[in-house]
C-alpha cells in the first residue's frame, strides 16, 4: 500500500530544516489554522442570541437584531423585515444556529433612495492585524455561508468608518434554497486605516436590496471614498417579495488571502466577547435571580447600586433600558417594596471603559429611610445594558 | 425611533437638591425606557439623541419638577 504522508518516526531529528524547504513551499495558508481569534466577526456562527431567538417584528434602522448578537440592521423604507436565530444550518459543517431575515412586507419597487444591509460594526482595537494605512497593509478574506430562496447578485460591502472608505464585491446564490459557501479575499488599504480605539471603525455589510441611489454607478471595487452610487450595484431586490428569505451563518472575516476553517470559540469564550458590547442585568428577587447592593437615598430613591459586568465593556457609559412591563424590587432593612409604574434610572455613573463594575441610581419608591443599605434588582424581567457600537 | 427625549434629574448625596442624571428616551415602536448618561461620548443612544436634535426636535427640560 502506498503512503501518503511521511510519519514523523520517518524523520530524523532535526532532517529537515529550511534549506531543505523551497521558497513558498510553507504557505501562511497552511498556518493560519493556528492562529486564534482570527475571526475578526464577532459571533460568525450565530450562537449567541441574548435579545431573544425572535422572530421579531419590524425594525427600525440602525436597530441591533433579535436573533444572533453583534447584528444590526440598517434600513430605509425598504419592506419590513422579521430577524431571528434559525436552526436551518448547512448540513455537516459543525454550525447549530444561522441568521435568517425574513421579508415580511415587500417592496417591490424601491425609491431611489431605499436600501437594506445586515451590518456588523466592528471596534478599532479588533483592527490592527489588517495593517491598513500603510504599504504593509494585510488582504481580507471573508467567508460565509448563504442561502436564499432568490438568486442572483448580491453585494457585501468592506466599510473603513473612521475614514469613510469602502469597496464592494458581489457574490452570487446559484442555487434557490440552498446552502452554498461563499469565499471573498479582497486587498488591504494602504492609503487609511481604522483607528486604534474602542470606537465604531469597521463594518461588514450584507446587501439585501438598494434603490438607484446606490446602484446606478460602477461598482466600486477598490478602496475609495464612498460613493453612493457605486456602493451596490449590480444587488438584486430581495425586498420584491413576502416569500423571500435570508440565512447566513459561518461568517469569518480574517487577514490573508484565503478562507481558513471556521473558527469554533467555546461557548463561554463567544457570550463574553458578545457581552463586552451587550448583557442583562437578570431579574431578581422574586424570581431567584442575584441582587446588587445599594443605599438609600431620602424616601424614593436608590443610589450607589453597584452591577458587576460580566466582562469589562466597551464604554464606562453604556446606556440601560427598562423594558416594557418590568419593574424594580427593593429590600431594605425590613422593608421590601416594588416601585411605581415601573421605576426610573435616574444616572449612571461613567466608571471607565475597562470597568467591570456598572453604578446606578433608580427611583421609583415611597417611604424609604433615608441612608440605609438595600438591595435593589429588576423583577418581571431584566434590564439590558447596552455598550454597542 | 425615537418618540421623545428628557433630561432626567436625581437627588444629590445630600438629599437636598435634585441635579441632572441622563436622558430618558421613549420610544414610537415600543413602551421601553431607555436611560442614557449625560456625559455620552462613545454612546450610540447620545448619537440618536444629536442626531434626533438635528433634525430639529427638542429635550424636554422640566428642571427636576417632574
Known sequence: MALTTLPTAAFATGSVGTSQLADGAVTTEKLVADVNFRNIIINGDMSIAQRGAGPSGAFASGQYIQGPDRYKIDISNMGNWKSSQSTDVPSGQGFNYSLKLDCDAADASPSAGDFIYLNQPIEGFNTASFKFGSSSAESLTLSFWVKSNKTGTYIVRFYDIDNQRALSQSYTISSASTWEKKTITISGDTVSGPNYDNGYAFAINWCLGAGTTYTSGTLNTSWNSVTNANQFVGQVNLADSTSNEWYVTGAQLEVGTSASDFEFLPYDVNLRRCQRYYFVINQSGANGGPLHPGRTNGSADINNIGVACPVPLRIGNPSVTIQSGTIMQVWANTFSMTSAGGGSVTSLVNTGSDSIRLMLNVNGFSGLSNGVAANWGPVISGMPVDAEL | ?66
Request: no cysteine; hydrophobic share 30%; proline share 2%.
Open chain 2, 1 to 66: 425611533m425615537i418618540q421623545t427625549v428628557e433630561i432626567f434629574y436625581v437627588r444629590n448625596f445630600d438629599d437636598t437638591a435634585n441635579i441632572q442624571g441622563g436622558y430618558k428616551i421613549t420610544w414610537s415602536d415600543n413602551d421601553n425606557k431607555t436611560f442614557v448618561p449625560l456625559n455620552g461620548e462613545g454612546n450610540r443612544h447620545y448619537q440618536e439623541i444629536l442626531e434626533w436634535v438635528a433634525l430639529g426636535n427638542t429635550i424636554t427640560d422640566n428642571g427636576g419638577g417632574e
